[in-house]
């Protein structure tokens, strides 16, 4: 299945494969079984303030406009733990800087996205991606829309992968936006890939 960008604005097309389940119609095997229709409440869109999370919320918005969803933007802030080696610091100063930064910055993407869909802002304090799946089942969320930055080798092996972990427990369907890949933007059809 392939998400492609239509030429008006926000538009989305999904593309069946050969061996998807195809539309009424046009099978000539056993009618297919009756489609219901796909709706889209709410759409969670994980946010670091990285380059590869804002794209993430660019593919999120054109979905929110076409299904009429709601957008939750989500900011995790990820605790410190002590390290052994290193004396006792009271890391609450820290944290509580972390969490005034990221409350500003998600009211700065806010602002950003604007009236063109209904939107709310979260924040919370845990494992990234255990936050990530805890808020699908607390808030009702149909679709996560989050990036991933592709690490690989050593560094995917000793930091791992939030978005694989989501991927691997959410309760929903989840798009994985590739930091590397081509742009979605409705008319631009050149391939960006690195």
Excluded: W
């Excluded at 869909?117 to 991606?129: F, K, S, V």
């Amino acid at each position: 299945m392939k998400f492609k960008p239509t030429n008006k604005p926000g538009g989305v097309v999904v593309e069946l494969g050969p061996k998807e389940a195809q539309l009424p119609g046009t099978s000539s095997g056993p009618a297919p079984a009756v489609l219901t229709e796909f709706k889209l409440k709410k759409i969670l869109v994980p946010v670091d303030f990285s380059d590869c999370s804002n794209k993430a919320l660019q593919y999120a918005i054109p979905f929110a406009k076409q299904f009429n969803a709601k957008l939750i933007l989500l900011y995790v802030v990820q605790p410190y733990l002590p390290v052994p080696e290193f004396p006792m610091v009271d890391v609450e100063p820290v944290l509580r800087q972390i969490r005034e930064t990221g409350k500003k910055e998600l009211e700065k993407l806010q602002r950003t996205v604007g009236n063109k869909i209904p939107l709310e802002i979260a924040l919370r304090e845990g494992t990234p991606y255990l936050e990530i799946i805890n808020a699908v089942k607390e808030l009702g969320i149909d679709l996560i829309i989050l990036s991933t930055h592709g690490r690989t080798g050593l560094a995917h092996i000793f930091i791992g992968s939030t978005a694989e972990r989501v991927v691997r427990h959410a309760g929903c369907p989840v798009l994985v936006v590739r930091e590397r890949e081509r742009e979605f933007v409705a008319g631009k059809s050149a391939d960006t890939r690195g």
